[in-house]
């Protein structure tokens, strides 16, 4: 049952988790650029400690502004609360160690963000938690990789590279049904465009790099707990939530909070611990960027739109990707739960293979050759060359691109200049195929 | 959901010791015992013995659930009265509220100090919220989201950081069994005893309010304050700033009014200490 917004979107976008400081009265969200909070006196030291009073100790743990960005996502996306993180992997990683160890297992889509995948498929082997991979639309897959030691499912809301939907009511459906909790990584979609709480997931993450700060000036992460899942009722899978914690005072974290025990687990252990806090220089400015996320995305997708609509008529373009080109194997799937849009994100393959490939990025003035996604402006690889070109084209078609393969990130610039810029780089590909 | 037999009940992180005094908070209405974490864990890390039930047919404890204050009130009773652990002071919230007033009534010598935190008596609940815990639930938790939290809450701001306090609210109420809700909701729209209770209360007693609790108002607690008998020690406290949730809103002010409470009226088992 979808959270009830005490506001609309992007109305939250602008006040969620922030008051007007009753000192200074400043509007904007101050930064409390501080490491740590001065106590009123020695009880109240120790009631914060001992969790009988609320406010900041540390900013490891909790900042001010970082609360206001944290209240801010969780108001948006319909969950409980959340906890800023100095990354999206930083917030993968604390979401997959708040609930599982050694021995712990997760299924996951193979339709990931490479960083995403490393962790999963390489890094995390070597602390005993292993990920088997399915196709992200073949529901009997997820079903039949779920082990006794599964604890968590995995997927994006729309899948890299082959911008696959994930059917988030059916795959939250088969977790609950193993009383497992989803996790989605929302990052190419926001909450302007999808919430996944409200459609079945336990937890979501966004990379707040990407269209959250919206500008490509700071790194930043979000883990949202939608506050639905009964970790006391999934037959002790999940002792780190429902049983007493030597390292906080015997805590048993859901005795503690009926609903927020995931996330109080996951700050007095895992920022506490592991430390991958997000600097408030950095929640400043994702809050600044969250301010006209509405409007921006509003802009990304209609551009995007216009993109497309050009790049399919092309001569030189082989195929383009994107949910809602009716060629998209998950159209149907975008258009049910993604019906304002599948963002900005989209790759697309010339005729010309390599070679063309590359030309077609030095071609480019407008597009900026980078490797990230979601900024206000216009974003442009070729994986062949940059991400994947250590691998052969057999590999490379495995993985879901060609050797032309590019990959555009649409920003915000007046859609004519983009298409001009495109129609740029495709001459230069025409000529260097030619 | 687990259920415990016997009733479920929090004790603030702390061992329950003999020789303490001992407070027992009752949550209110589709509520459970996690309401009062941190005020829970200041009494027991200072010398208290907490004690936060679920009541019966809530959070942890099985039911069934009881239908009437009165009948909740000797559950509370009976509760108390079985921990061994001597007279006990009662603090309640809104629903429990009542049942702690009752329950102070019903058994005055088991009762050290009596806490009602957004209380008002009689406690009508509007005939649209009423209908709508039976009929659309969905549509009820929003109902109390709205007249619960002060419009500060409603965006945010929340005193718990990073927590978005309406939807910890509403997810908690949504936790509880189908029905519960609505018998509890009906339960104070049908106890008509209050004034008759208050008159019986001998032990200090608090009457703990929110400026912008649109729930149970300041001024609308004033009947109620007012059918206590003169000899009663009441002690009126206002806070600024938050609603009827304001165990959340402002939970240290919360804390510091109970706490202040109880210390400016030691019982026998705190002297002792």
Same mark, same amino acid.
């Given at each position: 049952?979808?959270?009830?917004?005490?506001?609309?979107?992007?109305?939250?976008?602008?006040?969620?988790?922030?008051?007007?400081?009753?000192?200074?009265?400043?509007?904007?969200?101050?930064?409390?650029?501080?490491?740590?909070?001065?106590?009123?006196? =020695?009880?109240?030291?120790?009631?914060?400690?001992?969790?009988?009073?609320?406010?900041?100790?540390?900013?490891?743990?909790?900042?001010?502004?970082?609360?206001?960005?944290?209240?801010?996502?969780?108001?948006?996306?319909?969950?409980?609360?959340?906890?800023?993180?100095?990354?999206?992997?930083?917030?993968?990683?604390?979401?997959?160690?708040?609930?599982?160890?050694?021995?712990?297992?997760?299924?996951?889509?193979?339709?990931?963000?490479?960083?995403?995948?490393? !962790?999963?498929?390489?890094?995390?082997?070597?602390?005993?938690?292993?990920?088997?991979?399915?196709?992200?639309?073949?529901?009997?897959?997820?079903?039949?990789?779920?082990?006794?030691?599964?604890?968590?499912?995995?997927?994006?809301?729309? /899948?890299?590279?082959?911008?696959?939907?994930?059917?988030?009511?059916?795959?939250?459906?088969?977790?609950?049904?193993?009383?497992?909790?989803?996790?989605?990584?929302?990052?190419?979609?926001?909450?302007?465009?999808?919430?996944?709480?409200?459609?079945?997931?336990?937890?979501?993450?966004?990379?707040?790099?990407?269209?959250?700060?919206?500008?490509? $000036?700071?790194?930043?992460?979000?883990?949202?707990?939608?506050?639905?899942?009964?970790?006391?009722? =999934?037959?002790?899978?999940?002792?780190?939530?429902?049983?007493?914690?030597?390292?906080?005072?015997?805590?048993?974290?859901?005795?503690?909070?009926?609903?927020?025990?995931?996330? !109080?687990?996951?700050?007095?252990?895992?920022?506490?611990?592991?430390?991958?806090?997000?600097?408030?220089?950095?929640?400043?400015?994702?809050?600044?960027?969250?301010?006209?996320?509405?409007?921006?995305?509003?802009?990304?997708?209609?551009?995007?739109?216009?993109?497309?609509?050009? !790049?399919?008529?092309?001569?030189?373009?082989?195929?383009?990707?994107?949910?809602?080109?009716?060629?998209?194997?998950?159209?149907?799937?975008?258009?049910?739960?993604?019906?304002?849009?599948?963002?900005?994100?989209?790759?697309?393959?010339?005729?010309?293979?390599?070679?063309?490939?590359?030309?077609?990025?030095?071609?480019?003035?407008?597009?900026?050759?980078?490797?990230?996604?979601?900024?206000?402006?216009?974003?442009?690889?070729?994986?062949?060359?940059?991400?994947?070109?250590?691998?052969?084209?057999?590999?490379?078609?495995?993985?879901?691109?060609?050797?032309?393969?590019?990959?555009?990130?649409? /920003?915000?610039?007046?859609?004519?200049?983009?298409?001009?810029?495109?129609?740029?780089?495709?001459?230069?590909?025409?000529?260097?195929?030619? | 959901?687990?259920?415990?037999?016997?009733?479920?009940?929090?004790?603030?992180?702390?061992?329950?010791?003999?020789?303490?005094?001992?407070?027992?908070?009752?949550?209110?209405?589709?509520?459970?015992?996690?309401?009062?974490?941190?005020?829970?864990?200041?009494?027991?890390?200072?010398?208290?013995?907490?004690?936060?039930?679920?009541?019966?047919?809530?959070?942890?404890?099985?039911?069934?659930?009881?239908?009437?204050?009165?009948?909740?009130?000797?559950?509370?009773?009976?509760?108390?009265?079985?921990?061994?652990?001597?007279?006990?002071?009662?603090?309640?919230?809104?629903?429990?509220?009542?049942?702690?007033?009752?329950?102070?009534?019903?058994?005055?010598?088991?009762? =050290?100090?009596?806490?009602?935190?957004?209380?008002?008596?009689?406690?009508?609940?509007?005939?649209?919220?009423?209908?709508?815990?039976?009929?659309?639930?969905?549509?009820?938790?929003?109902?109390?989201?709205?007249?619960?939290?002060?419009?500060?809450?409603?965006? /945010?701001? =929340?005193?718990?950081?990073?927590?978005?306090?309406?939807?910890?609210?509403?997810?908690?109420?949504?936790?509880?069994?189908?029905?519960?809700?609505?018998?509890?909701?009906?339960?104070?729209?049908?106890?008509?005893?209050?004034?008759?209770?208050?008159?019986?209360?001998?032990?200090?007693?608090?009457?703990?309010? %929110? %400026?912008?609790?649109?729930?149970?108002?300041?001024?609308?607690?004033?009947? !109620?304050?007012?059918?206590?008998?003169?000899?009663?020690?009441?002690?009126? $406290?206002?806070?600024? /700033?938050?609603?009827?949730?304001?165990?959340?809103?402002?939970?240290?002010?919360?804390?510091?009014?109970?706490?202040?409470?109880?210390?400016?009226?030691?019982?026998?088992?705190?002297?002792?200490?």
């Amino acid at each position: 049952m979808p959270i009830h917004r005490n506001a609309g979107a992007d109305t939250l976008a602008l006040h969620a988790g922030q008051t007007p400081d009753p000192v200074h009265r400043s509007r904007a969200t101050p930064i409390h650029f501080t490491t740590s909070y001065v106590f009123e006196d =020695s009880e109240q030291a120790a009631a914060l400690f001992n969790q009988e009073r609320a406010g900041h100790v540390y900013s490891r743990i909790s900042n001010p502004t970082n609360a206001v960005l944290e209240e801010r996502i969780a108001a948006l996306d319909g969950g409980v609360g959340a906890i800023a993180c100095a990354s999206g992997q930083a917030a993968l990683m604390l979401a997959i160690t708040t609930l599982m160890g050694t021995g712990g297992h997760i299924v996951a889509s193979r339709s990931l963000y490479g960083g995403s995948h490393n !962790l999963l498929g390489y890094t995390l082997p070597r602390f005993g938690i292993h990920t088997t991979f399915v196709p992200a639309g073949d529901h009997q897959a997820w079903r039949d990789a779920i082990r006794p030691e599964t604890r968590l499912l995995f997927g994006e809301s729309i /899948g890299n590279p082959g911008l696959e939907v994930l059917d988030i009511p059916a795959i939250s459906t088969i977790a609950h049904d193993a009383r497992v909790p989803l996790l989605v990584d929302a990052t190419l979609v926001t909450p302007a465009l999808q919430c996944p709480i409200d459609l079945g997931a336990d937890l979501v993450m966004h990379s707040a790099t990407k269209y959250l700060g919206g500008h490509g $000036v700071a790194i930043g992460g979000l883990l949202v707990d939608g506050g639905s899942f009964d970790w006391e009722g =999934s037959g002790g899978n999940f002792p780190t939530l429902t049983e007493p914690y030597d390292g906080f005072h015997g805590m048993d974290f859901t005795e503690e909070s009926s609903i927020a025990a995931f996330l !109080l687990r996951a700050r007095r252990e895992g920022l506490r611990d592991f430390g991958a806090c997000l600097s408030p220089m950095n929640a400043f400015q994702i809050l600044q960027g969250m301010e006209t996320l509405g409007l921006r995305m509003e802009r990304h997708v209609a551009n995007a739109r216009q993109l497309v609509a050009h !790049l399919v008529k092309h001569p030189l373009v082989e195929s383009v990707s994107w949910p809602e080109l009716d060629s998209h194997p998950d159209h149907a799937l975008a258009a049910r739960l993604l019906p304002k849009g599948c963002g900005g994100v989209f790759s697309f393959s010339l005729k010309g293979g390599r070679k063309g490939g590359t030309a077609f990025i030095e071609g480019l003035r407008l597009f900026s050759h980078l490797a990230n996604v979601g900024d206000a402006k216009s974003l442009a690889i070729h994986p062949a060359s940059t991400t994947h070109f250590r691998m052969s084209p057999e590999a490379l078609l495995a993985a879901g691109i060609t050797e032309g393969t590019i990959r555009l990130s649409t /920003g915000l610039e007046t859609a004519t200049d983009l298409i001009e810029d495109l129609d740029r780089g495709l001459y230069a590909a025409q000529k260097a195929t030619a | 959901m687990k259920h415990s037999l016997p009733p479920y009940h929090y004790t603030g992180g702390r061992k329950i010791e003999a020789g303490r005094p001992t407070i027992l908070f009752i949550h209110g209405a589709g509520h459970d015992h996690s309401v009062w974490t941190l005020q829970s864990r200041h009494f027991a890390s200072h010398g208290w013995n907490v004690i936060a039930p679920d009541l019966p047919g809530h959070g942890r404890s099985a039911g069934p659930q009881l239908g009437s204050i009165e009948a909740l009130a000797d559950w509370v009773v009976d509760f108390a009265s079985g921990l061994g652990l001597g007279r006990v002071a009662l603090a309640g919230h809104s629903m429990g509220s009542l049942i702690a007033l009752e329950a102070a009534a019903r058994a005055p010598e088991r009762v =050290s100090h009596l806490m009602l935190i957004g209380s008002v008596a009689p406690m009508p609940v509007a005939a649209p919220l009423l209908d709508a815990t039976l009929s659309n639930r969905d549509k009820a938790h929003a109902m109390i989201n709205q007249w619960s939290y002060a419009p500060r809450a409603q965006l /945010g701001a =929340s005193s718990i950081p990073g927590m978005n306090l309406t939807a910890l609210n509403e997810r908690l109420m949504q936790r509880q069994a189908a029905g519960v809700l609505h018998r509890d909701m009906a339960a104070c729209n049908a106890y008509t005893g209050g004034f008759d209770a208050a008159a019986r209360v001998i032990c200090p007693s608090l009457l703990l309010s %929110a %400026a912008l609790d649109r729930m149970t108002p300041p001024k609308a607690s004033a009947p !109620l304050a007012a059918a206590f008998p003169d000899t009663t020690r009441l002690h009126k $406290v206002v806070i600024p /700033g938050a609603g009827h949730a304001m165990m959340s809103e402002a939970p240290g002010a919360v804390l510091d009014a109970l706490w202040n409470f109880v210390s400016a009226f030691p019982s026998s088992a705190q002297e002792q200490r």
